[in-house]
T-cell receptor, first 113, second 113 residues
Framework: DAKTTQPPSMDCAEGRAANLPCNHSTISGNEYVYWYRQIHSQGPQYIIHGLKNNETNEMASLIITEDRKSSTLILPHATLRDTAVYYCIVRVAWSSNTGKLIFGQGTTLQVKP | SAVISQKPSRDICQRGTSLTIQCQVDSQVTMMFWYRQQPGQSLTLIATANQGSEATYESGFVIDKFPISRPNLTFSTLTVSNMSPEDSSIYLC??????????FGPGTRLTVT
């Protein structure tokens, strides 16, 4: 799985968009970008994933650069409940280790009133 | 998505005792995964539990310490044996979704005194 780099922390004002960056310069052609978050004392929550096209769901949008070396998770209207640690994980979709996620330190997003 | 429940949600145990953690999924899945999150750390995969076969353990984890059962396609247990304070962690079970995303249970917070 390709290595990812995320800023350790970010602040965002409530109601504003939160843009969380992730660098993955060594990503391979068959590797997807997955985003998870972990709200304090809860299990991690899957947010979104993508291969090369931008993706949007009810939680967030994922913007992947054309060269696929970086991506941005966008929470369009951040609320206090979005305060969490956000993890960007790059991996192939299916492998013999499909359930093995390697979590880095992620980005701690603090949404402030 | 998958809905996962765990029991107990938390426990305080004495050194040298064992605790069995239960994980129930709302759908049939081939593989279930057990993770550990030590205080202030990211998640680490302990083992993969397949129904009808022995669990596969990651490096640093052994069956005698973390025996796992997988009696059917919706249920698994993880036992933490002969506990020491170093076993104080959050233990989480996880399953893989149709897009190879991972879903996690709420976790079991274990404190060993």
């Amino acid at each position: 799985d390709a290595k990812t780099t995320q800023p350790p922390s970010m602040d965002c004002a409530e109601g504003r968009a939160a843009n969380l960056p992730c660098n993955h310069s060594t990503i391979s052609g068959n590797e997807y970008v997955y985003w998870y978050r972990q709200i304090h004392s809860q299990g991690p929550q899957y947010i979104i994933h993508g291969l090369k096209n931008n993706e949007t769901n009810e939680m967030a949008s994922l913007i992947i650069t054309e060269d696929r070396k970086s991506s941005t998770l966008i929470l369009p209207h951040a609320t206090l409940r979005d305060t969490a640690v956000y993890y960007c994980i790059v991996r192939v979709a299916w492998s013999s280790n499909t359930g093995k996620l390697i979590f880095g330190q992620g980005t701690t997003l603090q949404v402030k009133p | 998505s998958a809905v996962i429940s765990q029991k107990p949600s938390r426990d305080i145990c004495q050194r040298g005792t064992s605790l069995t953690i239960q994980c129930q999924v709302d759908s049939q899945v081939t593989m279930m995964f057990w993770y550990r999150q030590q205080p202030g750390q990211s998640l680490t995969l302990i083992a993969t539990a397949n129904q009808g076969s022995e669990a596969t353990y990651e490096s640093g984890f052994v069956i005698d310490k973390f025996p796992i059962s997988r009696p059917n396609l919706t249920f698994s247990t993880l036992t933490v044996s002969n506990m020491s304070p170093e076993d104080s962690s959050i233990y989480l079970c996880s399953v893989t979704g149709t897009a190879y995303e991972q879903y996690f249970g709420p976790g079991t917070r274990l404190t060993v005194t």
